[in-house]
């Protein structure tokens, strides 16, 4: 049988370059994660996201649990069949989508009752039953049940908030069946306030879990506030686990938490950008509903290998998305996989060579000059 493991091979200053092994395979780190909430890629086949270069999947504890309800994906062989992702994947606990979409919450301390966003029905989400969810969809990678902390808070909102997710924590190491391959992470909170993070980063220390997700981050406190809160949070963390910050996001932002430490990413905003028109390239941000498309030949990235950018011209998915056409879309949502995917393969590339802060800042420079010309 094949054991959970993190192993790190280079590291330049305080970024990694490792590789994580599960029940289902391996991936590369500095990674970023395939967003599949609901079982699925939006805009995506499955083949396509692996083509990308995607090694690892997300998806997620409250969405599954209400539809098809994760009894059923068990009935049906398990995500990794239901799905067709045969490699790793990682499940959100459900915390953070009980805070932002669910209906009548209330928490206590055995969990949260709350009422689904879809049809208003009444559910119990404890950490004992996130656990057995999460078992039912055969997640590799299991993350404790908590509560996400809403910004701002005040220290003692934080506190009470943080230490609550650490009792769940422990109920959630004791409820989680063990399997070879298979992980739990515990999930530092303690909003923007560095001796919050301090204790939740002890408390888990002392629980030894496989890794720790860092989250109640990016949800309103900014760049600023979010890199300021992993340079406290991250040295207490131990260095031999990995480390995965949650929700994030942004291409800078994934530079900077990488420079940082952060091995793991996920986010919705690749797929969800390409649904709405916009596309993320090495020379900033492009809104391709911008009439300055309407006869511009070029790709929407030069250097991109993806299907959008090698066949078809900027002026062809702009007209897509002026007609409504659904490969408008499919092909944006394409681009920003890619595009996510070979900025992680650059990034552990720098690593390796020990050239990360030339890379982050010719990153930036990049950014910048295409934000320039967006304006002109």
């Keep these: 049988m094949t054991?959970?493991?993190?192993?790190?091979?280079?590291?330049?200053?305080?970024?990694?370059?490792?590789?994580?092994?599960?029940?289902?395979?391996?991936?590369?780190?500095?990674?970023?994660m395939a967003t599949a909430t609901a079982a699925t890629v939006?805009?995506?086949?499955?083949?396509?996201?692996?083509?990308?270069?995607?090694?690892?999947?997300?998806?997620?504890?409250?969405h599954l649990m209400l539809r098809p309800t994760a009894e059923r994906v068990a009935r049906l062989g398990g995500l990794h069949k239901f799905m067709d992702w045969s490699g790793p994947i990682v499940t959100d606990s459900g915390g953070f989508q009980v805070m932002s979409l669910s209906k009548l919450r209330t928490i206590n301390e055995k969990g949260v009752t709350f009422r689904s966003h879809l049809d208003g029905s009444a559910h119990d989400l404890t950490p004992e039953r996130s656990m057995?969810?999460?078992?039912?969809?055969?997640?590799?990678?299991?993350?404790?049940?908590?509560?996400?902390?809403?910004?701002p808070a005040t220290p003692e909102e934080a506190a009470q908030s943080m230490r609550l997710s650490m009792r769940w924590a422990e109920r959630c190491k004791q409820a989680f069946q063990k399997r070879d391959g298979y992980a739990l992470f515990g999930i530092n909170q303690g909003n923007i306030y560095p001796h919050l993070r301090f204790e939740s980063a002890n408390a888990l220390n002392a629980l030894d879990l496989d890794g720790y997700g860092i989250g109640g981050l990016a949800v309103g406190e900014g760049q600023t506030a979010m890199f300021t809160t992993?340079?406290?949070?991250?040295?207490?963390?131990?260095?031999?686990?990995?480390?995965?910050?949650?929700?994030?996001?942004?291409?800078?932002?994934?530079?900077?938490?990488?420079?940082?430490?952060?091995?793991?990413?996920?986010?919705?905003?690749?797929?969800?950008?390409?649904?709405?028109?916009?596309?993320?390239?090495?020379?900033?941000?492009?809104?391709?509903?911008?009439?300055?498309?309407?006869?511009?030949?070029?790709?929407?990235?030069?250097?991109?290998?993806?299907?959008?950018?090698?066949?078809?011209?900027?002026?062809?998915?702009?007209?897509?998305?002026?007609?409504?056409?659904?490969?408008?879309?499919?092909?944006?949502?394409?681009?920003?996989v890619q595009y996510y995917q070979d900025l992680m393969r650059d990034l552990r590339h720098a690593i390796e060579a020990k050239t990360l802060d030339d890379f982050a800042a010719a990153f930036h420079e990049g950014q910048a000059r295409g934000d320039i010309e967006a304006a002109t």
Excluded: W
């Design 3 to 32: 054991s959970f493991s993190f192993d790190i091979f280079s590291t330049d200053k305080a970024a990694r370059r490792g590789r994580v092994t599960t029940a289902h395979g391996t991936f590369e780190t500095p990674v970023f």
């Design 42 to 62: 939006k805009a995506m086949l499955p083949d396509a996201v692996r083509e990308a270069g995607a090694e690892l999947a997300i998806c997620n504890t409250y």
């Design 132 to 151: 057995q969810i999460q078992h039912l969809l055969d997640s590799n990678i299991t993350m404790s049940f908590d509560e996400c902390t809403p910004h």
């Design 230 to 336: 992993l340079d406290s949070t991250i040295p207490a963390l131990k260095p031999e686990k990995p480390r995965y910050l949650m929700g994030v996001g942004r291409p800078d932002d994934i530079v900077g938490a990488v420079q940082r430490g952060v091995d793991m990413f996920d986010c919705v905003m690749p797929t969800r950008s390409g649904r709405t028109g916009q596309a993320f390239t090495r020379r900033g941000t492009v809104n391709i509903r911008n009439a300055r498309h309407l006869d511009d030949p070029r790709p929407l990235d030069e250097e991109c290998g993806c299907i959008a950018c090698t066949r078809h011209s900027r002026a062809y998915v702009h007209h897509l998305f002026r007609g409504e056409e659904m490969l408008g879309p499919i092909l944006l949502t394409a681009h920003n």
